[in-house]
């Protein structure tokens, strides 16, 4: 199993800026994809954007398209997502998650596809 831990959330003002950083460690594959999620109080966790095993091909919710960049280090197992223009909307608890998967440049869009997940860092955007 892996393990995924998220950090780098916090409270800033809209318009700000936040970088989420999220660590793998434990049985880790040669390759697996990974992803971050975000949810709102009262609401369902949300995709948010995703990055393939070969950092190549990306995929980014509608909402955060522009807005938010997301990347990896793969020689550090690191998976990042910077956070740009931030708006209240974007207050919510976001998580880290990976699943192995034989295909270096497939990108996964949905919270079943992912195995493991992270125990998620607060981000609050005050207007």
């Known amino acids: 199993q892996v393990q995924l831990v998220e950090s780098g959330g916090g409270l800033v003002q809209a318009g700000s800026s936040l970088k989420l950083s999220c660590v793998a460690s434990?049985?880790?594959?040669?390759?697996?994809?990974m992803g971050w999620f975000r949810q709102a109080p009262g609401k369902e966790r949300e995709f948010v954007a995703a990055?393939?095993?070969?950092?190549?091909?990306?995929s980014y919710a509608d909402p955060v398209k522009g807005r938010f960049t997301i990347s990896r280090d793969n020689a550090k197992t690191t998976l990042y997502l910077q956070m740009d223009s931030l708006k209240p909307e974007d207050t919510a608890v976001y998580y880290c998650?990976?699943?192995?998967?034989?295909?270096?440049?497939?990108?996964?869009?949905?919270?079943?596809?992912?195995?493991?997940w992270g125990q998620g860092t607060q981000v609050t955007v005050s207007s």
């Open positions: 434990g049985h880790i594959h040669s390759s697996f994809a």
């Open positions: 998650a990976s699943t192995y998967y034989s295909d270096y440049d497939i990108v996964l869009q949905l919270r079943e596809q992912y195995d493991d």
């Open positions: 990055i393939s095993w070969s950092g190549v091909h990306t």
